[in-house]
């Protein structure tokens, strides 16, 4: 399974790194949480699964969720974030993302849910194909 993780934070990269340390058929990538590249990312190397920030550069985060849902709808999308007023959470899980989780003490839930996506159905998103727009 391939993860993909706009995050700025050496040391967020380190922890999910150390945690998924286990999974060894899940390939993390990580990249700077600016929107334009994180977009020809995602075309390009297709992941299972983007973890967005809810403070990306260059666009708002919501865009992006939504250009990436639109484009393919298969692709899992999970939202992370610092310190955030609680209708973020409902707001971005009303638009498609699978997972809302706080940065600071919910680390647990982001790896059980890598963890059952990866055994969902064992179809990749680079498998499918994108979404043309009409």
């Known amino acids: 399974m391939k993860v993909l993780m706009a995050e700025d934070l050496q040391s967020v990269r380190e ?11 899940v390939e993390l990538r990580f ?3 600016e929107a334009e590249p994180l977009r020809q990312a995602v075309a390009q190397w297709r992941p ?7 403070r990306m ?4 985060t919501l ?6 849902k639109k484009t393919w709808p298969g692709m899992a ?15 971005f899980l009303d638009l498609g993302a ?8 919910e680390w647990a839930e982001l790896v059980e849910f890598l963890r059952k996506r990866r055994v969902q159905d064992g179809s990749t998103a680079a498998e499918l194909a994108p979404v043309s727009s009409v």
């Open 57 to 60: 550069r260059g666009d708002i």
């Open 15 to 25: 922890h999910l790194g150390n945690l998924m340390a286990d999974l060894t058929d």
């Open 77 to 91: 999308v999970v939202v992370s974030a610092f310190f955030f007023e609680p209708y973020y959470r409902k707001a």
């Open 48 to 54: 299972d699964v983007v973890i967005l920030d809810l």
């Open 98 to 105: 699978e997972l809302f989780f706080d940065k600071s003490v």
């Open 63 to 68: 865009a992006v969720l939504e250009s990436i």
């Open 31 to 33: 990249m700077a949480q």
